[in-house]
């Protein structure tokens, strides 16, 4: 019987409750979360099947203080599993909760974190693109380069998928703060 285990998932950085929803489905699935790499695989080792709450927290200031950061959240029963992406990877058995138990008490929290992730992930792609991309795509039609249009059509393919996440991260956004006016 295997013990180990890798599988290949891609998620946006706006994604991180179906991350964790997909790590803790493993769990009780009898897959214990090990760690995930830069190219999105993420490793498992057999375990017994429990029920896992796993927690993405999002905060570039706190892991400048990386010990102080991970004991806060140790204190509370939380087991640090590894940093990647800008997200710290938590989790904690349900046997262990007194009721729902989540790192982001409220939604206030909640909301706090999803501009952190915006200041830092979104603005510098946006960033990338506006001031480096486009400049060298312009470039490549004035000079009329003959891979101008494949540039172009790719361009726009990535500028399109950036969109998306954009506008699906903006719903979750705005949806949790007409949540929070309530």
Same mark, same amino acid.
């Given at each position: 019987?295997?013990?180990?285990?890798?599988?290949?998932?891609?998620?946006?950085?706006?994604?991180?409750?179906?991350?964790? #929803?997909?790590?803790?489905? #493993?769990?009780?699935?009898?897959?214990?979360?090990?760690?995930v790499?830069?190219?999105?695989?993420?490793?498992?080792?057999?375990?017994? *099947?429990?029920?896992?709450? =796993?927690?993405?927290?999002?905060?570039?200031?706190?892991?400048?203080?990386?010990?102080?950061?991970?004991?806060?959240?140790?204190?509370?029963?939380?087991?640090?599993?590894?940093?990647?992406?800008?997200y710290s990877?938590?989790?904690?058995?349900?046997?262990?909760?007194?009721?729902?138990?989540?790192?982001?008490?409220?939604?206030?929290?909640?909301?706090?974190?999803?501009?952190?992730?915006?200041?830092?992930? =979104?603005?510098?792609?946006?960033?990338?693109?506006?001031?480096?991309?486009? *400049?060298?795509l312009?470039?490549?039609?004035?000079?009329?380069?003959?891979?101008?249009?494949?540039?172009?059509?790719?361009?726009?393919?990535?500028?399109?998928?950036?969109?998306?996440?954009?506008?699906?991260?903006?719903?979750?956004?705005?949806?949790?703060?007409?949540?929070?006016?309530?």
């Amino acid at each position: 019987m295997k013990t180990r285990k890798t599988e290949l998932r891609i998620f946006t950085i706006a994604d991180w409750e179906k991350e964790e #929803r997909y790590l803790q489905k #493993r769990h009780r699935e009898g897959w214990k979360f090990r760690r995930v790499n830069l190219l999105g695989i993420y490793h498992f080792e057999r375990c017994t *099947p429990e029920d896992v709450v =796993y927690q993405l927290d999002y905060n570039e200031e706190g892991l400048k203080h990386k010990d102080e950061y991970v004991q806060m959240f140790q204190d509370c029963g939380w087991e640090y599993m590894q940093d990647f992406g800008g997200y710290s990877y938590f989790r904690k058995p349900v046997s262990e909760m007194q009721g729902e138990e989540k790192i982001f008490c409220d939604d206030e929290s909640r909301l706090d974190m999803m501009r952190r992730v915006f200041a830092g992930r =979104y603005l510098p792609i946006l960033i990338i693109l506006v001031l480096l991309i486009l *400049p060298n795509l312009f470039g490549q039609f004035r000079s009329q380069d003959a891979d101008a249009p494949v540039l172009l059509v790719l361009f726009l393919i990535l500028l399109a998928v950036y969109a998306w996440a954009a506008v699906s991260f903006g719903y979750r956004y705005w949806k949790l703060k007409d949540r929070l006016k309530k």
